[in-house]
């Protein structure tokens, strides 16, 4: 019910641009988020959109001001705009959709996308 794609090689200082289509149910009432895992690594939080209406957004401080969430919601799809990338920006990028809770947490989100690798090169 999310594909997420948008995911692929790109180096150090670039640019990539993250979609997540949504599919077999409408997620407007829902909180849409990003989440990451590295290798090794835990799933962190990267972003949320509380609403389809263009409110507020929230960020994990390494990612404010480099990435920015949006929606569409005639395509309902969301997206997460990925600038100045970093070589620790490289990890498996998941989308994820809340219906309440602590959208920092992963719990918060029943429905999941596939993830879409992102590597940044030095």
């Known amino acids: 019910q999310l594909q997420a794609s948008g995911g692929g090689l790109v180096q150090a200082g670039g640019s990539l641009r993250l979609s997540c289509a949504a599919s077999g149910r409408t997620f407007s009432s829902y909180r849409m988020g990003w989440f990451r895992q590295a290798p090794g690594k835990e799933r962190e939080f990267v972003a949320v959109s509380m609403s389809w209406s263009g409110g507020r957004t929230y960020y994990a401080d390494s990612m404010k001001g480099r990435f920015t969430i949006s929606r569409d919601n005639g395509k309902n799809t969301a997206y997460l705009q990925m600038n100045s990338l970093k070589p620790e920006d490289t990890a498996v990028y998941y989308c994820?959709?809340?219906?309440?809770?602590?959208?920092?947490?992963?719990?918060?989100?029943?429905?999941w996308g596939q993830g879409t690798q992102v590597t940044v090169s030095s």
């Open positions: 994820a959709a809340s219906a309440g809770g602590n959208v920092y947490r992963e719990e918060a989100y029943a429905y």
